[in-house]
């Protein structure tokens, strides 16, 4: 199988790539190289006669037409997306420009390609989502594949808008699709913006830990590698038309979830004093949801998967991580925005 993979240098497009590559897949990884990628992420595959690269834009539909026709997929993973909550409160137009028009430009394409081949039946196109589209839950319940979408932020809401559209291809024009709605990621690679990144980093250079509210807002942690196998598992076995929603089996509050990677950093990285003291609440994000929590029974019965790790032991490999990784977390904090509080417009 031949795999386009969009966003293939991000967070979790590389770890599908990476996963993929492992695997025997051929995979071409287009990604327009914005603020949140680095082909250093994809590095360890980057030789292999497997893998390829094309620099475009998903939003750039004559790019997109040469790459189906020079590289023929089998099947599209569409992961790239603006995915960074604070940062759509701030600039939502970069999320509508590249999430909504983005997929609709990456449906076209495809569908244009699919027609073009003779509508192969073995083709699909995997559109990766979040559950953030259903929006909040309160301190019961879980969000299964039937849960109205209610999105709160700009980024939900145009995730929300983008996996629309592709039902609506599929319902239209018969396009072969699945779609995954995945709770929140974390692990190896991931760009030092995000919550798990920001307390490793902030609880190493001495500074404040900051912590939205009063860190009672909960999430369910799934690791990236999890994650990147259940993605896979989804495209050769699941149906088409379906939704999956994928969760980590792990819900944590935000100040249990920090806590904990205090606790790691104490064992491998001991300072002076408990890195727990450097726990700061801050102002709250606008609009912040209370709870997801993700019900994982259609996925573990249908197609046989459930997470394969357990918070505390994704904290501690993820955490091992960053500190083997100075390099790659260092030059990355340079660019635009990171390690400065977004999300403060509203």
């Known amino acids: 199988m031949k795999i386009l993979v969009t966003g293939g240098a991000g967070f979790i497009g590389s770890a599908v790539v990476r996963l993929a590559v492992s695997r ?5 990884n287009l990604d327009a190289l914005t603020y949140a990628a680095c082909l250093d992420n994809v590095a360890s595959v980057s030789d292999s006669p ?3 690269f094309e620099h475009a834009d998903i939003r750039d539909g004559a790019a ?3 790459i189906f026709a020079a590289h023929k997929p089998d099947a599209v993973m ?3 997306a603006e995915s960074h909550v604070d940062r759509s409160i701030d600039g939502p137009g970069a999320f509508i420009e590249t999430n909504v028009n983005g997929t609709y430009e990456m449906l076209n394409a495809a569908r244009a390609y699919w027609v ?3 509508r192969p039946a073995n083709f699909r196109f995997h559109h990766i989502s979040t559950d953030e589209v259903y929006g909040s839950l309160g301190a019961t319940g879980q969000f299964t594949e039937e849960t109205p979408y209610a999105p709160n932020s700009p980024y939900s809401a145009s995730k929300a808008a983008s996996d629309h559209l592709v039902r609506a291809w599929g319902e239209t024009y018969g396009f072969p699709f699945v779609l995954t709605n995945c709770s929140n990621n974390y692990g190896p690679f991931h760009f030092p913006e995000k919550l798990i990144p920001v307390v490793i980093l902030k609880a190493l250079a001495g500074a404040p830990i900051p912590v939205y509210g009063t860190g009672e807002n909960v999430r369910d942690w799934l690791f990236v590698e999890d994650h990147a196998d259940a993605l896979l598992t989804v495209l050769t076995k699941g149906d088409t038309g379906r939704t999956y929603n994928i969760g980590g089996e792990n819900e944590a509050s935000n100040l249990d979830l920090v806590r904990l990677i205090c606790g790691i950093l104490d064992e491998k ?6 890195y727990a003291e450097q ?3 801050v102002t709250d994000r606008p609009g912040h949801d209370l709870r997801y929590a993700i019900d994982p029974t259609r996925i573990r019965t249908e197609l046989n998967w459930r997470p394969s790790v357990t918070l505390e032991q994704g904290l501690d490999k993820t955490v091992q991580w960053f500190l083997d990784n100075e390099d790659w977390w260092r030059a990355l904090q340079e660019r635009a925005g990171v390690g400065e509080r977004l999300g403060k417009t509203a």
């Open 24 to 28: 025997g897949y051929e995979v071409v």
């Open 50 to 52: 497997l893998y390829s």
């Open 64 to 66: 997109l037409a040469r």
């Open 78 to 80: 569409h992961l790239a």
């Open 116 to 118: 073009a081949e003779g």
């Open 269 to 274: 990285r001991p300072g002076s004093s408990p």
């Open 279 to 281: 726990i700061t609440f």
